[in-house]
């Protein structure tokens, strides 16, 4: 990972993102349509649907991703409880790389958490 805290990480990323909106429109508009309809509370709600987001983003490595989805994961109510929990099955299914990534994670969520604290 890189020195950039998390919060840092997530701001670049959606700089980036926001460049290739600009450039493939329709495919970012599909993408955002996607995630709005996945995201949506059905049988799960929200929140269980960050949690599994977040333990699948540990479990294929991408630090981006856990930045993006442990702050969602906090902003749905997950406790870091429950988000340690969830990081556990991801263990479980990735291993001992998932474990390194996983312990990224509760760095993010610890970082998102202090900045709600204090109100950032």
Do not use: W
């Not at 509370?41 to 490595?61: G, H, M, P, Q, Y």
């Not at 429950?82 to 509760?106: K, Q, R, T, W």
């Amino acid at each position: 990972m890189s020195t950039s805290s998390y919060s840092d990480r997530v701001a670049q990323r959606r700089a980036g993102i926001g460049k290739f909106a600009k450039q493939q429109p329709d495919v970012m508009r599909a993408f955002r349509e996607l995630n709005r309809v996945g995201g949506e509370a059905r049988s799960l709600d929200a929140k269980t649907k960050e949690l599994i987001s977040l333990s699948i983003a540990v479990a294929l490595r991408c630090d981006d991703c856990i930045g993006f989805h442990a702050q969602a994961c906090l902003n749905a109510g997950a406790t870091p409880e429950e988000i340690s929990d969830a990081l556990g099955v991801a263990i479980v299914m990735g291993g001992g790389p998932a474990l390194m990534y996983a312990s990224h994670a509760m760095d993010a969520v610890a970082e998102f958490s202090a900045a709600a604290k204090s109100g950032q």
